[in-house]
């Protein structure tokens, strides 16, 4: 089969050190997904409470979401892969910790510092990963890459319950904690066989901070503003499932569907070519279809329609992921992509920790199905100044895309860390950014330039 001919899923299947990432990256991740569960069953076990096990759930997912940018950043100033390796390290020995309290039954009050610490240990463990995945595949495959990279969010996310719960059963849940241990400890052992990155010279100028960095921030609005109703959903589909007669806890499995839909549509995603070329086009489309997917949830009339309702609520949600990734990764300078691509994932759990807090307030006083009809207007609303502003580029002559190379507005990442008497004049603070290209002064970003403009 021809170059040419071979799709870009198939072509990037076919490398090694993709593969290799991607068996890493899920035994990192398995943990982290396993973590709310585990936790809400080793708070019940040792305090008697559920109540208590969900509190030992918060207060982890808040320190990982505060500690994200910081922790990132100390990844940045290390090389990448060592960095990595002593952050999985300190994760293992916070749960290990945490083992140890749990099985002493210590207080309420020790469980609470110790999950906090696992937290804080893992905070930057996924946004260095996706650093480390642009160093494993070559550039012409990081669109497919990327996609990618957004199913096997939705895998982690199914399979790390799914353990989670065999486990419990099996072996207690003290058992679960004992196999986080271990992901964590033979995924830091297996990074030996990636690529790393290493940091900024000592001196260099790393580049704008990823929330000062023009681009980088809309991307992040974009992901808090869907994790809001996605959170806000999530809170509300038991209290929906309740209505058909069915235990609130059926929740579980019936939600898996969306990430089931998402998957599915990740893998097609993985398969597009130059999928920035009309990147807030793409956007808009998907973020409009998003909230219109919301109201079948809201209107089903049957437990099987609700669940296909459910699976269909799930397809624009790993595309839109890949698409705000990869735009993201194009617009962040190089050295402080550790520390952005952490804050990625937090700022998307601090969006649906408000939604679910939203939930919590107006579920009762509004109801489930009135709810729902209420968030799926969120989506479409973020949708209007996305494509506003691809209209505005359309009746400017410039191309519609997101990200360098598409976007003449966005300087080149990496020219922060080219010599001064390279590039004299940042282009994004002057009028004529709006209609020149970026400096590029090294052959590979222009490179990357060429082969991305759109034909």
């Not at 973590?35 to 019940?44: I, K, R, S, T």
């Not at 999950?115 to 893992?122: E, I």
């Not at 353990?163 to 052992?189: C, N």
Request: proline share 8%.
């Amino acid at each position: 089969m021809s170059p040419e001919s071979t799709t870009p899923l198939r072509r990037l299947l076919r490398r090694p050190m993709f593969r290799r990432w991607a068996v890493v990256n899920l035994l990192a991740r398995l943990p982290m997904t396993m973590n709310l569960l585990a936790l809400v069953l080793v708070g019940e076990a040792v305090t008697g409470s559920l109540a208590n096990g969900a509190s030992l759930a918060g207060i982890a997912t808040v320190s990982a979401g505060l500690a994200a940018q910081w922790r990132g950043r100390m990844l940045d100033r290390v090389e990448l892969r060592e960095g990595l390796r002593r952050h999985l390290g300190l994760s293992a020995l916070a749960v290990l910790a945490l083992l140890g309290a749990a099985a002493v039954e210590a207080p309420f009050a020790v469980l609470a510092v110790l999950v906090a610490l696992q937290g804080l240990a893992s905070a930057a463990i996924l946004g260095a990963f996706r650093t480390l995945l642009v160093e494993c595949v070559p550039k012409e495959d990081l669109e497919p890459a990327n996609a990618l990279d957004a199913v096997f969010v939705e895998v982690a996310f199914v399979a790390g319950p799914a353990v989670a719960g065999i486990l419990a059963l099996a072996v207690g849940p003290l058992g679960v904690l004992v196999s986080m241990v271990a992901s964590f400890s033979v995924a830091a052992l297996m990074l030996r066989s990636l690529p790393t990155r290493e940091p900024a010279a000592p001196g260099a100028t790393p580049g704008p901070a990823p929330l000062r960095t023009r681009g980088a921030t809309a991307v992040y609005a974009l992901v808090f503003a869907t994790g809001l109703p996605l959170g806000a959903w999530e809170a509300t589909i038991p209290a929906r499932i309740e209505a058909f007669g069915m235990d609130p806890a059926s929740a579980g499995p019936l939600m898996a569907l969306a990430a089931l839909g998402s998957g599915i549509a990740g893998l097609a995603a993985a398969n597009l070519r130059d999928p920035l070329r009309y990147g807030r086009l793409m956007a808009s489309a998907l973020l409009v279809a998003f909230g219109l997917l919301i109201l079948p949830t809201a209107y089903a009339t049957s437990l099987p329609l609700l669940g296909l309702a459910i699976f269909g609520f799930g397809l624009p949600i790993a595309p839109l992921n890949a698409l705000a990734g990869l735009a993201f990764q194009r617009t962040v300078a190089t050295p402080r992509r550790a520390e952005g691509f952490a804050l990625y994932p937090a700022m998307i759990l601090i969006g649906a920790g408000i939604g679910q807090t939203i939930a919590g307030l107006l579920l009762d006083r509004l109801g489930a199905e009135t709810l729902i009809r209420t968030l799926a207007v969120m989506p479409i609303l973020v949708a209007v100044p996305v494509l506003g502003a691809a209209l505005r580029r359309r009746l400017a002559g410039l191309p519609p895309g997101v990200g360098f190379g598409h976007d003449p507005t966005i300087v080149d990442p990496d020219s922060w860390l080219a010599p001064a008497a390279e590039v004299s004049v940042d282009l994004a603070d002057t009028p004529a950014a709006h209609h020149t290209a970026p400096v590029a002064p090294r052959s590979d970003t222009r490179e990357i330039r060429d082969s991305t403009q759109p034909s």
